[in-house]
């Protein structure tokens, strides 16, 4: 049997979907959620048993959306990671202080030639890591576990998730003031509880956030680096940037040890141009696409009728690109869009979805983000470590993952990390 699909790209009708999906009228709703892409990530790529993923679907195509695992682990989430939250805070805090630390290890050593892709992806690993679990949890004790996260080793993903049952059945022998994970992974266990799932069921819940948060927010912390690095002028205008927002401090004689102290919230207001390119890598480097189901014949806009049972897909992709949006220069990389206007703020930019597809952690992994990419940026003279040496940085091509919604890079981008003499032996203070 045939079925419809009607692929949406015009910001308006996709506005118009998004608020019959978030229609209050439950019985008059005419578009609801589709249960393929929780199979796809929680079963296929997590390992989620069937059992399990009947739980986490139930209801998800119904009208009675609001009271389901999926609805009420969102509505969790929003709660505990919005921009506010003591949780989103300290996760912050907690994620920086484990990168600033690795920095400050490299800036204390030679120089070294590394892939920035996997660079980043370990660095943002570990430090979302202890964040979420903390410091005792498997991947800090046995870094060498970080490739088990990424969709092309996924055959080995049950040693990790081994390691991770060993963790929680430890935790759970504690008190709760002695456990070390995070408030919103205790919520999260307890949640996950109270709808059934078993042990096996909440350990790989919680490893999923981990590896949720690592596959979107390392690749596009590792564009906007690379991207700025092959923008020489750009570079330079991000590090004045830099320069005015981080504070350096050394004793009374200008002697001792540097201290730098890193506040997010000067980031954003003395780096706007840094801000804009991260708002500018999201436009061109995500892919999601959101996928709904019509639940009875709808006339969209008053204009094209939809049929019952139809498929509604909305790429980001073609949304990010449309030059009735973005104008002639769409496909370019240009960060100085995001000063010109609030675009980012309309419905043609939807890096972290919308209405009740909205990432719920979009607040927490923009700081985090941006905060890498500054800290980054901001502690060496970076230069081409491959093949390119001596003709400066080139972008390399990119493709997409089954994981993540920001895509990848195809092949190896080394870079050639020098400390910055003037920071050498320089402490970080996340605030």
Known sequence: ?????????????????QRERSNKDLEARAIT????LVQ?????????????????????DEKSYEVCHRSDTHRLMSGGLGPTAHSTIQLYRDTLAVIAQEIE??????PECLDLSDWVRKVITLGTAVAFHGPGNPISKSPELIPMLCADVLKKRETLIDEYRKFFAEEANKRDSDKKYSEIIRDIKDLDTQYGFDEDATTRSAFALVSGVT?????????????VLCNPPLHARIMRELKD???????????????????????KQKCPLLCATFYEVLRLKTTATVSLRVEKDFLLDGRYMLKKNALIMMPNAALHIDPASWGADAREFRPERFLDSKQHLSASFRPFGAGYNICPGRHLAKDEIIGTAAIVLFSFDMSPGGPSRGDGFRPPKAFGTH??????????????????????????SVV
């Open 40 to 60: 796809r990530f929680f079963g296929d790529l997590i390992g989620q048993s069937k059992e399990t993923i009947e739980i986490m679907t139930q209801n998800l």
């Open 1 to 17: 049997m045939s079925q419809e699909l009607h692929v949406i790209n015009d910001p308006d009708l996709i506005s118009h979907v």
């Open 403 to 428: 994981v993540a919604t920001t895509v990848t890079p195809s092949e190896a981008f080394k870079v050639k990390f020098t400390p910055r003499k003037e920071l050498r032996g320089a402490k970080w």
């Open 245 to 267: 927002a981080i504070v350096l401090e050394r004793d009374e004689h200008g002697a001792g040890t540097p201290r730098l102290i890193f506040d997010i919230k000067m980031i």
């Open 105 to 110: 290890t490299m800036t204390m050593g030679s």
């Open 33 to 36: 959620q589709r249960t393929g």
């Open 215 to 227: 596959s979107n927010s390392a690749p596009a912390t590792f564009w906007i680096i690379t991207l």
